[in-house]
């Protein structure tokens, strides 16, 4: 099957009201299976509200999420992430007071099967399961740059790699679509470029699709496409970095009057 | 001799209850206000058992706690399907812990508030020490297991648990359903070891005690909660000598804990960490 016939991700329709706030409405975009698609938007325009609908945090009032074409909105989250979509959050949310391997380890236990008898007993069965996942959790660990931090409480990390911990934990529920909400914010131009480079790395590694909502224009227009512009919880835009860059509703709405300074 | 023993035992057999209220609190980070109902519970079915039907005492431990278990359900299915908020769930519990208080003051095989008297006294120091060491050892691989990873999880962040792919409910319902059958098999111990059970030995006072030696030992902690239950229950009996004065004491310790630990003598840690060296390097900043 040829990624061009079937999205892997699609929105239709989405709408979201909070009581008599309209965040998102009928919005709809697709995502293509090995893309780099980038949301932006100004402040409040929808975009967490998106993921939130996406990741099943919130029902949406109407609309579809169809994931390999199956409806999934409104589902239970942890179920949602089983059919294989993960996220970040725009606020870290880690488990603080964990070391970072048990951060990993968290979703990589609950993909596998245990008998419940055998973990309460300690049996060597459960304790050979428990050092594989230890040593699969180091290893994910690992391909983030984060192996010399395993066992250091998560939220004595720097900003920066508690970010790349909540990738790194995030890849551990094995998605296909991972969505990042702005896996930037708070980096120097330094750490925003090496995190672009990071970005692409993991898709390559773990061949996922991504999604990210970012305000750093730089990364976007570097390592998006295409990218979906958001507005007032409607769709805005859609195309490749030039084209939305050109448009002359994003740039009225979102780049200011950037374009007569070109 | 037998004096010390006794306060030993019984020291002990709260340590079971405060230790399956610590995977409950400490772990999973619902407050629970009315434990000491299952407690309760697990006395009552237990004394039963071998008092009108002598089913032997191990068989009637592990109908005790196992009942302790299934009444938790009762409670647990609907407070934690509607996601309530963990002071709102303390309060729908405490409500729950003192109705069954009063299930066990009105029904005829308890024998109503006169309480049951005349049950056999087959709770020993080795029996009570097995209990504990078994429970501290499930308590322990219960929290490495692919469950106490979850409860830890939602603990410390249950949005980020779920999209962990953490079911939620289910592993709140576990985790009281576990403290439970830990507070039942502490109550079938207290009945065969007091020979008397009475249902004012099972109300908000002492859900309240075992709530407060779960905090003042430590929120995810094992060995915390086990020293402060310990202390709780060592130190009034010692201070038996000055009278007056010994709630006043169990008060200030209380208090001088709140302000000198307020995580707890060990919160968030073991007891073994301390004998570990720290291995842990230093953080380095990214260039």
Redesign the interface.
Known sequence: MTTMERPLFSVKGLTKYFDGIRAVDSFSFDVTEGSITGIIGPNGAGKTTVFNIVTGIYRPTCGEVLFRGENISGQRPDRIVRKGIARTFQNIRLFNRRSCLDNVITPLFQRERCGFLGSLLGTPGARKMERDLYERAFGLLKDLGLEKFASMQANTLPYGLQRKLEIARALATDPALLLLDEPAAGMNPEETRSLANLIAEVREKFKVTILLIEHHMDLVMNICSPIVVMNFGTLLARGTPDEVRENPDVVAAYLGNRKERK | MDYILSIVVLACINMIAVLGLSIFTGFTGLFSLGHAAFVGVGAYTSAILTYYYSVPFPFALAAGAAAAGVVSLVIGIPTLRAKLRSDYFAIAILGFGEALRVILENLDITNGARGLPGIDSFTTLPVVLICLAGGV??AR??L????G??C??IR??P??????????FRTRLLSLVVSAVYCGLSGGLLAHFLSFIQPVMFTLLQSTQLLAAVIAGGM?SISGPLIASFVFIALPEALRVAQMWRLVAYGLLLVLIMVYRPQGLMG?SELSSLFRRK???P?????
Do not use: T
Not at chain 2, 144 to 147: A, D, E
Not at chain 2, 283 to 287: D, F, G, W
């Open positions: 050892l499930v691989n219960f490495r297991s692919r469950w990873v979850a830890i999880a410390e962040d949005i980020a648990a779920e999209m962990a792919g953490v079911r939620l995810g968030y291995k842990a390097e953080v380095r900043r990214q260039p």
